[in-house]
């Protein structure tokens, strides 16, 4: 039987790219790098069962020149939603980051032409943009909501929080149709801030991210708030306060994370070095990790106390009287009924996942 192990910028299918010694353990040939570089010929070499032992792609453009045929998820369930690409990669270096390390703090983006052709191909009029951060480039990006305007969609993404301090940007943003994005904040304390090299929110953390969240709030972005839980800072109940940060800034939604060491990273190896990691520094094959749980000893509290602080503040941000709480905000999750039934279709769906995804192992269907 023939393997072939595929990349992608996300953890779990992309690992071949940050290790393809591991993965060659396990396969006939292992792909690295961008797939629409050599995949033709992966796909002859295949015909002929000449595949090679390893095929190394550089990053690029995201599939120039091609339009994704997506006739073939119709009838299969999935969200009504197009998923699309504008650029693969981010500028910044965040120390736990495997995007980063994945793309050398780089952004690779498509020509705005491109996405909207693929844009005006599909019925579907609300987008999610898969990017690892949308607005890495600030002029790019406004070349993008420039030519979005005219096609009359709704959109998300994920980005960093330093697209307050440009309300051009801002502007035609929301002038392009976007409801909200998902933000990296990771942590509310200026020390995790600085030892995890969160450029964008330290230097928004001044007065709290208070004047970022008015802005926001002001433009009407629903935030999906993430966060990272487990840095050098945190305890129980610098834990306990982000959830009330969370609750109180009436966030759309919010992950809250363990901090996972990803292979590769400046966080693994400083981890690795100080005898931290658990589960033999590999949680990612290792048969007794699980979900969500800490795969290393954290400084303030043991891995146990750290697991369930993280399920804790799950379940209590996604509580039916937190749900209430957070819908009741003119400015965001009521400013229009499209927003407010969007909120109150996935905040059950997100507060269901708490339970169904916690103590999972990888690689395990839930």
């Not at 119709?74 to 500028?91: D, E, N, S």
């Not at 709704?154 to 980005?159: E, F, I, K, L, Y």
């Not at 804790?312 to 999750?333: E, G, H, W, Y």
Request: hydrophobic share 40%; proline share 5%; aromatic share 12%.
């Amino acid at each position: 039987m023939l393997h072939v192990v595929l990349p992608a910028s996300g953890w779990q299918s992309g690992r071949p790219g940050l290790l393809p010694e591991e993965a060659a353990q396990h396969a006939d040939s292992v792909y690295v790098g961008d797939a629409e570089a050599l995949w033709p010929q992966v796909i002859a070499d295949a015909k002929q069962r000449k595949l090679r032992p390893l095929y190394k792609a550089t990053a690029g453009t995201p599939h120039p020149g091609v339009l994704p045929r997506r006739d073939i998820f119709r009838g299969k369930g999935y969200l009504p939603i197009l998923l699309t690409q504008f650029g693969r990669g981010c500028r910044f270096d965040c120390n736990f980051c495997a995007t980063s390390v994945y793309f050398n703090k780089t952004q690779f983006r498509r020509d705005v032409r491109e996405v909207v052709r693929e844009i005006e191909a599909q019925e579907r009029r609300v987008i999610f943009f898969v990017d690892d951060n949308l607005l890495s480039d600030f002029d790019a990006a406004k070349a993008l909501f420039r030519a979005l305007i005219p096609l009359n969609v709704r959109w998300v993404s994920q980005a960093s929080l330093d697209m307050t301090q440009d309300r051009e940007l801002m502007r035609l943003m929301m002038q392009s149709g976007c409801l909200g994005y998902v933000i990296g904040f990771e942590s509310i304390m200026p020390d995790n801030l600085q030892a995890m090299r969160k450029r964008p929110n330290l230097a928004a953390y001044f007065d709290g991210y208070k004047a970022q969240l008015e802005i926001l709030r002001d433009y009407g972005v629903q935030v999906w708030a993430a966060f990272t839980l487990g840095h050098d800072g945190d305890t129980v109940e610098s834990i306990e306060r982000t959830v009330e940060f969370a609750i109180e800034s009436k966030f759309a939604f919010a992950a809250f994370n363990v901090l996972t060491p990803y292979p590769n990273t400046p966080l693994y190896r400083q981890l690795q070095a100080e005898g931290r990691l658990l589960f033999d520094g590999t949680w990612w094959t290792h048969h007794d990790f699980r979900f969500n749980h800490a795969a290393f000893v954290p400084k303030r509290m043991t891995p146990e106390e750290l697991t369930e602080a993280g399920f804790q503040a799950r379940t209590r941000f996604n509580s039916p009287l937190s749900i209430v709480k957070r819908a009741c905000d003119l400015k965001t999750n009521m400013r229009s009924l499209f927003r407010l039934l969007t909120f109150l279709r996935y905040a059950p769906l997100f507060r269901k996942e708490v339970y169904k995804k916690h103590d999972m192992q990888l690689g395990v269907e839930c």
